[in-house]
């Protein structure tokens, strides 16, 4: 598509649940973040996709996330059992390889644990 | 460890020019972004450093000295769509990969 697609733009869930959030990248791009930003704070790295490498998850704050991306397509970004610190936006962003520019963002799922 | 210093907020009258600093400690480097995120929207890019010196485009300039780990954000003639968060990012080696490291973004304020 013409930019990078998010959804849902915002989810509001009860403790404990759990939560898919979608990533629909901009179509050849294959570098692929996932952020989350608390209210009033910086962006804080989760997860990067690079085409069919290992994914680089070494900013996953526990076990209860995960992500998966097929290739060069879609992501999806999994919270089980979610706790209310997890409020957050969680935002997207993908750019092309060997790109110094072009991180481009999703306009961001907020997650409202109530 | 990795540091990105911006102050928190900063307020300007339309028209007028303001600053913003940015100052960095990471390991390795890689380029200076500086992005505008609106509040309730996604950031998006304004401009990017690798070498020493003033980017220029329109009325945005970025300026960037790697020796002294600083960078900043010029904005002229200041428009009331200029109120928004300004983040710097530095790309760095983590874990021997480098990656966009952020700062907390500075909330920009423009008066009449």
């Known amino acids: 598509g013409a930019g990078v697609s998010q959804s849902p733009s915002n989810k509001v869930t009860e403790k404990g649940k759990d939560v898919e959030l979608r990533c629909d990248p901009i179509?050849?791009?294959?570098?692929l973040y996932w952020y989350r930003q608390r209210l009033g704070q910086g962006l804080e790295f989760l997860i990067y996709f690079q085409g069919n490498s290992a994914p680089d998850k070494s900013g996953l704050p526990s076990d209860r996330f995960s992500a998966e991306r097929t290739g060069e397509s879609v992501s999806t970004l999994t919270i089980q059992r979610t706790q209310q610190e997890d409020s957050a936006v969680y935002l997207c962003a993908s750019r092309p390889t060997g790109g110094n520019y072009g991180y481009t963002f999703g306009s961001g799922t907020r997650l409202t644990v109530v | 460890g990795q540091n990105i210093d911006q102050p928190t907020e900063m307020t300007a009258t339309e028209g007028a020019i303001v600053q913003i600093n940015c100052t960095y400690q990471t390991s390795g480097f890689n380029g200076l972004f500086w992005y505008q995120q609106h509040a309730g929207e996604a950031p998006t890019f304004l401009s990017y450093?690798?070498l020493d010196g003033l980017e220029e485009k329109g009325r945005f300039s970025s300026f960037l000295s790697r020796s002294k780990g600083y960078s900043y954000l010029l904005l002229k003639e200041l428009q009331m769509k200029d109120s928004a968060s300004y983040l710097c990012?530095?790309?760095?080696?983590?874990?021997?990969?480098?990656?966009?490291?952020w700062g907390a973004g500075t909330k920009l304020i423009i008066k009449p």
């Open positions: 179509s050849g791009h294959t570098a």
């Open positions: 450093n690798v």
């Open positions: 990012a530095v790309r760095g080696l983590i874990e021997g990969n480098y990656q966009l490291i």
